[in-house]
T-cell receptor, first 114, second 110 residues
């Protein structure tokens, strides 16, 4: 079956702009989590959605938001971009009711903020 | 803040050498996962350990969960260039929260 699909793979934005990233989970997976990965901070948890509800949220400012649709596809949005938001954003889906089961990651969306 | 420290942070070795990566915390985990991430890809699950003291083998990789379920190790025997990547441990807390380790970047040279 198809894996987790993230779009776009690469994007470049300037400070102050906003960006929306998309994630399509593995078919049948209802849990979707988002992570930010940077060389200095490693893999940081952003939020987790299950059945269109945000169940957990990491320690990120309100500029980071997300949502999940009825078909389990998820989007995350970052507003008023800052240079420090440059990172690889990973989406992961899980068949379990939370993000603590096996996570299946997409290839990520690499965001560069200039 | 719960921390999951991995050591070493970087490891550069020759093909055929053995190595061990450590994952340590002061927190107790109900289970612990190990992932490998190759350049340009997302992490891929290698193994999940659940019981304190548990040892799991995956070909040349041996994973061990500490008796107190606070730490874990990954040992690779006769490393190959294909083992190159970022190794991440991830612990599941009793609060059903998953936290990732700081990562170990392994480079195996032919």
């Amino acid at each position: 079956k198809a894996g987790v699909t993230q779009t776009p793979r690469y994007l470049i934005k300037t400070r102050g702009q906003q960006v929306t990233l998309s994630c399509s989970p593995i078919s049948g997976h209802r849990s979707v989590s988002w992570y930010q990965q940077t060389p200095g901070q490693g893999l940081q948890f952003l939020f987790e959605y299950f059945s269109e509800t945000q169940r957990n949220k990491g320690n990120f400012p309100g500029r980071f938001s997300g949502r999940q649709f009825s078909n389990s596809r998820s989007e995350m949005n970052v507003s008023t971009l800052e240079l420090g938001d440059s990172a690889l954003y990973l989406c992961a889906s899980s068949s379990r009711g939370s993000n603590t089961g096996e996570l299946f990651f997409g290839e990520g969306s690499r965001l560069t903020v200039l | 803040t719960q921390l999951l420290e991995q050591s070493p942070q970087f490891l550069s070795i020759q093909e055929g050498e053995n190595l061990t990566v450590y994952c340590n915390s002061s927190s107790v985990f109900s289970s612990l996962q190990w992932y490998r991430q190759e350049p340009g890809e997302g992490p891929v699950l290698l193994v999940t350990v659940v019981t304190g003291g548990e040892v799991k083998k995956l070909k040349r990789l041996t994973f061990q969960f500490g008796d107190a379920r606070k730490d874990s190790s990954l040992h690779i025997t006769a490393a190959q260039p294909g083992d190159t990547g970022l190794y991440l441990c991830a612990g599941v807390l009793n609060t059903d929260k998953l936290i990732f380790g700081t990562g170990t970047r392994l480079q195996v040279f032919p």
